[in-house]
């Protein structure tokens, strides 16, 4: 079954066409990314102090995977939800489950032919990051496998979403457009990011793709989104194999449906409590130094810290990206308040002279700072803690500037906007001819 489920995905062009797009899209992002790098590069290799901030993870990894995010998002339902969509526009679906009689079999099978096809996309970033390698580029290699793990996720993720809005609907393109939906809903909770007005959309950011991706594409393993993004994929999945049961009444079949969401929400917002996270960087940059990380495990009692602080404060943003994400690195456990947020309409008149305070509570002691720096917070911690503080020091990260120019850069604009999709369109036409 599977050998045909593949055979109806990739002697079809639109999957062949959707991937060398994807391809085009993935390598302009790398190409703007490295002639960005380049350019900064070539005054940082003058200067030490600027060197450490190359960092190849942020400066072109993750730009050339936004490529990939974009491409899986649009492109993506389009070839997943097709097995089984085709199927019911030719009226051969029923047929299909009457001869097979295994409905799990078949929603399975038509997931994994989707997924391959899907996966696809992954030729261009994996290509182009080997090909930034090959001329002299510096990778971490596993750092940049955490990043790509992420997307393999996502990916899974948008597959089992395309395929189970195929096994409710009609038609390829009511298929399509339920996916898109899905998708576009999680792009709307992101937009709230950032904005105090929209602070009651704030708990929605615990349901966004975004979320959970961003820890992995800075190289930290982050247990609680790769468990997130499992029990989304698995939980539409059972909605895919409910929605092929064509034995079963509608009533019914909705009645399981709701139950199926109910358990999704539910396996999702137990992931989103596990903190756990791995810190998989070169020389464990995304981490507080050893020594300060080693110590607040030691710290007795609850850990907490109040941010008064609003959402659309930079400082915030900041805090939250660096100080608070090495933090937790190091204390799972601990628990961040946002007081300000709790507001029903933000108003700048009450930014008093109290507002901007980050408290810090170890067991029952309390310290104040208006700072954001990490060094600062963690201070106080072993402050309240009655502990001192240990050793700041931390091997010092290189950094990698790079600058790629001449018949270097010519060859990758070569393979990022001509190689890799004509080569994808060249094995689709293979694959597809009569």
Known sequence: MLARELAIV?????????????????????????????????????????????????????????????????????????????????????????????????????????LVGVALQLIAPVVLLAAWWGVGGHLGATETAVALLAYVLYLALVTAVSVAAAAWTATLAQAATVALLVIAASWAIDASEGFAALAWLGRALDWSVTTHLEPMERGTLAVGACLWMVAMTLGALVLAWLGVRMDLGRPRRLAVAVLVLVATASGGALAHRVRRGLDLTEDRRASLPPAAAQGLRTLPGPVALEVWLDRDDARRQELESDTLAKLRLARSDLEVTTPTDGRPEPDEA?????????????????????STSRKEIVTLLFEAAGRPVPDWSQPEYPGYPFVIDGARRTALVILAYLGIPLALLGVGWRMTRP
């Open 350 to 370: 009450v930014r008093d002279e109290a507002y901007g305070r980050i408290v810090v509570h170890v067991g029952g002691a309390t310290r104040e700072t208006h």
């Open 10 to 114: 990739l002697r079809a062009r639109v999957t062949w066409l959707q991937a060398a797009l994807a391809g085009l899209l993935i390598g302009h992002g790398f190409v703007l990314a490295i002639d960005l790098y380049s350019a900064g590069s070539r005054s940082a290799l003058a200067e030490r102090l600027m060197s450490r901030e190359f960092d190849p993870l942020l400066g072109l990894v993750r730009p050339t995977l936004g490529g990939l995010y974009l491409a899986l998002s649009l492109l993506g339902p389009l070839v997943a939800a097709r097995p089984v969509a085709a199927e019911k526009e030719r009226r051969t679906f029923g047929a299909l489950l009457l001869q097979t009689g295994a409905p799990v079999r078949l929603a399975l099978s038509k997931a994994a032919a989707a």
